[in-house]
C-alpha cells in the first residue's frame, strides 16, 4: 500500500496526542473506510488522503486528510482537519473542525467550532449548543439552539438561531426572509443591513 508524507505527518502527530489513551483504534493511510456495517466501541483516530465514516463509533473521532466524509453517528466528539471535511450524520459530542470547504448537515448535539474558507450549515441541521465559525464564506441555513459567533467575509443567515448573534469582520451580511434571532444581534458590516420587522426578537 502506498503511503504519503502527508498521512505518515498525520499518524505522527495522532500518535503523540493520544499516546497514553486506552481503547482506541489507530490507522493510517492512503484511504480509510469504515463501512456502514461496522460498529467501533472505542476512539477513533484516523489519516489518509480519504477518510469515510459511514459506521458509528461509540466514542470520539480525530480525523486528518484531504477529504473526510461523516455519515455514520458518532456518540463522542469530533476533531477534524482537512480540504474537504463533510459531517452528515447525527454527532452526540461537539464538531471541532478545520478545513477550506467545511459542511454540516446533521443534528449536533454540542458545540460547532470552525475555521474554513467556505462554511455551510445546511437546511434541515440542528446545533444544539453553540456556534462559533471563522471563515471567509459563511451560510446558516440550519438551525441553532445556542448562541452564534462568527468572524468572515461574506455571511448569510437563513436559519432560525434561538440565541445571540454577534458578527465580527464581514463585508458582507445577508439576512435572509426566513433567518429569526432570538436574543441580541450585534453586526459590523459596510453596508447597511435591512432586517424585516420581528425578525430579532431580543432587545
Known sequence: MKYTLRSFALAAFFFAFVGSAHAATFTAGEHYTLANTEHLTSNLYAAGSDVSILGTVFGDTLLGGS???????????????GNTIDVLSSISGDVRVVGATITIGSIVNGDVVVAGGTVHLLAG????????????????????????????????LEGPIKGNVDLKGSE?????????????????????????DGAIRGE
Open 125 to 156: 441541521s440542528v446545533v444544539k449548543g453553540d456556534v462559533l465559525i471563522a471563515g471567509g464564506t459563511v451560510s446558516l441555513d440550519g438551525a441553532v439552539e445556542g448562541s452564534v459567533r462568527i468572524m468572515g467575509g461574506t455571511v448569510s
Open 172 to 196: 458582507k451580511v445577508n439576512f435572509g426572509t426566513t433567518g429569526t434571532i432570538g436574543g441580541y444581534f450585534h453586526y459590523a458590516a459596510p453596508k447597511p443591513l435591512t432586517i424585516r
Open 67 to 81: 477529504k473526510i466524509l461523516i455519515n455514520g453517528a458518532i456518540t463522542g466528539d469530533v476533531f477534524a482537519a
